[in-house]
C-alpha cells in the first residue's frame, strides 16, 4: 500500500482511488477534488461529519485561479508571499467547486502546499487532466493528524484498500496544520492559526484587522469538531505526577517520576514534534499527559489554540 510512485500516484487518484501524502504541515488523505465518489470516501475513512468542507490542493497559482471567482488583492499578495507553503485562503468558489467540497458554502478553502512530494503529485495529477486533490488530515475525525508514513498508516490503514495509496516523505517539518485566512471580504480573518503568523499577514497585506481567532459561521476550525485530541487525558500548564507524560521546552525540567515526551528547544520544534509526543503518550497508554505550553505570538498561537482543545476535549470526557 506503501508507495513512493508519485506518477502511479496521480494515475491512482485519477481513477478516483484515495492517496494519502506528506504537505509541510501534516499528512493529508487526498481525493480528486471534482469526483463525488471519491471525496464520499474520504469522509467515510476518517469518520468526518459530512458538509464539513476540505481543503483544494494544487500546485500553482495559476490553477488555484479555476477554482475562485475572485481574488481581492490582499490575497493575491498573500498568495505570491507564502505559496507554496503553510497557508490556507478562503476565497469565492468558482462553480468548479461543487457543494461536497465546499459544504456547500459560496466559498472554497486553497493550498498549495511546498512538500516536493506533494507538488510533484499535484503537478503529475494536474497533467493527466486533474483540476486539484481534496485533501483533509490524514486522521480519524477528531484524532492527532498523522505526521509521518506510520501514523498515517496506523490512523487510517485498516480503512483504505488495496487500490488506494500512501506516499512516504519522512516527518513533516511544520507538524501543525496551515494558517487559514478567510479572504472572502474586504479584510483578512484569521480562522486557524499557524506557521504564517498575524505579524506576516498584517505586513504582506499592509492591513490592520483583528487578532482574534474567529471560527467561520460553517461547521468549520474553531469548533469543538475538531479536537485534535489523544486518548490520554491533556492537562495544560499544571503539575506532573508520577506517571504522567510530560511535554515542555527543554529548558523545563522533568518532574520527578513523570515521563518526558518530548523536549524541544525551539518554538519550530515544539510544533514539529507535538503530534508525534501526543501519540508517543498513547502507545505508552498513559492516562495524563502534561504539557507546559510554549509562550510567544508566532507560532505559539497555532500550538496553543491546539493543545486548548485537546485539553478541552479529553477532559470533558473524563
Ligand atoms: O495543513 C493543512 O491544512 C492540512 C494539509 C493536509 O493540507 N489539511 C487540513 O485539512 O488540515 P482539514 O480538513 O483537517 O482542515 C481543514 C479545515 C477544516 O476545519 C474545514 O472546516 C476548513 O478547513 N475549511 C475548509 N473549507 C472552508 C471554507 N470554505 N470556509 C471555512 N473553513 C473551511
Ligand atoms: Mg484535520
Not at 477534488?33 to 481543503?55: C, D, F, G, M, Q
Not at 481574488?71 to 461536497?100: C, D, H, V
Not at 478567510?182 to 498584517?202: K, W
Request: charged letters at 20%; proline letters at 6%; hydrophobic letters at 40%.
Amino acid at each position: 500500500m506503501t508507495n513512493n510512485n508519485v506518477k502511479v500516484a496521480a494515475r491512482t487518484l485519477k481513477m478516483g482511488k484515495l492517496v494519502a501524502f506528506p504537505t509541510e504541515t501534516v499528512y493529508g488523505l487526498g481525493a480528486d477534488a471534482t469526483n463525488s465518489e471519491a471525496v464520499a470516501r474520504v469522509y467515510s475513512v476518517k469518520n468526518r461529519p459530512l458538509h464539513h468542507p476540505l481543503i483544494v490542493h494544487v500546485s500553482s497559482l495559476k490553477q488555484a485561479t479555476l477554482w475562485v471567482n475572485e481574488m481581492p488583492e490582499y490575497a493575491r499578495k498573500l498568495a505570491l508571499e507564502f505559496w507554496p507553503g503553510p497557508m490556507t485562503l478562503i476565497l469565492s468558489r468558482s462553480n468548479l467547486a461543487q457543494g461536497f467540497i465546499t459544504g456547500n458554502q459560496a466559498t472554497v478553502a486553497i493550498r498549495i502546499p511546498s512538500h516536493p512530494i506533494a507538488i510533484d503529485l499535484l503537478m503529475e495529477f494536474e497533467s493527466l487532466g486533474g483540476a486539484g486533490v481534496a485533501a483533509p488530515s490524514a486522521n480519524k475525525f477528531g484524532a492527532v493528524s498523522p505526521t509521518s508514513c506510520n501514523d498515517v498508516y496506523e490512523e487510517i490503514g485498516v480503512a483504505l484498500s488495496n487500490e488506494d495509496l500512501i506516499l512516504d516523505g519522512g516527518k513533516c517539518d511544520v507538524g501543525i496544520e496551515s494558517t487559514i485566512i478567510d479572504c472572502s471580504s474586504n479584510v483578512p480573518r484569521i480562522l486557524r492559526p499557524g506557521a504564517i503568523t498575524y505579524e506576516e499577514i498584517s505586513h504582506v497585506t499592509e492591513l490592520k484587522f483583528p487578532r482574534k481567532i474567529t471560527s467561520s459561521q460553517v461547521k468549520a476550525p474553531g469548533t469543538l469538531d475538531s479536537h485534535y485530541a489523544p486518548k490520554a487525558r491533556v492537562k495544560l500548564d499544571t503539575k506532573a505526577k508520577q506517571g504522567d507524560g510530560f511535554i515542555a521546552m527543554a529548558g523545563i525540567p522533568t518532574p520527578e517520576g513523570a515521563i518526558r515526551l518530548s523536549a524541544p528547544l525551539t518554538s519550530k520544534e515544539y510544533a514539529r514534534e507535538l503530534y508525534s509526543a501526543l501519540r508517543l503518550g498513547d502507545q505508552q497508554k498513559l492516562k495524563t499527559i502534561v504539557v507546559i505550553q510554549p509562550k510567544g505570538t508566532g507560532i505559539e498561537i497555532g500550538i496553543r489554540e491546539r493543545l486548548m482543545k485537546s485539553a478541552n476535549y479529553t477532559n470533558k470526557l473524563t
